[in-house]
């Protein structure tokens, strides 16, 4: 398996999105093992324009990660209870972001990232040079469904209409 670089993540949200379904999230454990497991569902969030991103309404605090340069972690709480996991994409400045909403094994964001030990301790880690997260590729080719994003009812209907969620069809490779 080959560790994807810096170029990898300079890609915008929505090309980063169905690239990133088929790849393998690694992440290293407390006892120093290391966690992977193929990813099966992402959303692609693009920027200050799409009503549905948190950088919708421009920086602050919270979305400030989303403006770096594609490769690092943005990892925020949900509901008060759920850490989830996005990689930001794209050029600096150009806040873009992708949901890792499925692993194999584990489907919801929330339940990957506890499953996997992902916490709030993760944003802005890089995943290019960390020994904490990473991405894998073992040139594995999924069959991909595009469909709408779920949970983001206070986006422009235009928005929510997107075709901005890839799932990995079961069982399916090219």
């Not at 099966?40 to 200050?48: R, S």
């Not at 490769?71 to 996991?85: E, I, P, S, T």
Request: aromatic share 10%.
């Amino acid at each position: 398996m080959e560790r994807l670089g810096r170029d990898f993540y300079l890609q915008d949200a929505y090309e980063a999105a169905k690239a990133i379904c088929g790849k393998i999230l690694c992440v290293r454990q407390p006892d120093g093992s290391v966690m992977r497991l193929r990813i099966t569902e992402t959303e692609c969030y693009m920027g200050e324009e799409d009503t549905a991103c948190h950088a919708h309404r421009g920086r602050t605090a919270r979305t400030d990660v989303m403006y770096c340069q594609g490769g690092v972690a943005y990892v925020y709480l949900c509901y008060g209870m759920h850490n989830l996991l996005n990689i930001v994409t794209g050029q600096k400045d150009s806040p873009q972001a992708v949901l890792i909403r499925g692993v194999e094994g584990f489907s919801g964001p929330g339940r990957l990232t506890k499953a996997m030990g992902i916490d709030r301790s993760f944003n802005a880690v890089s995943f290019v040079d960390s020994d904490l997260i990473w991405l894998e590729d073992d040139s594995f080719s999924p069959v991909l469904e595009a469909t709408p994003r779920i949970g983001i009812q206070y986006a422009s209907e235009k928005d929510q209409a997107r075709l901005w969620r890839f799932v990995k069809e079961k069982g399916l490779c090219t």
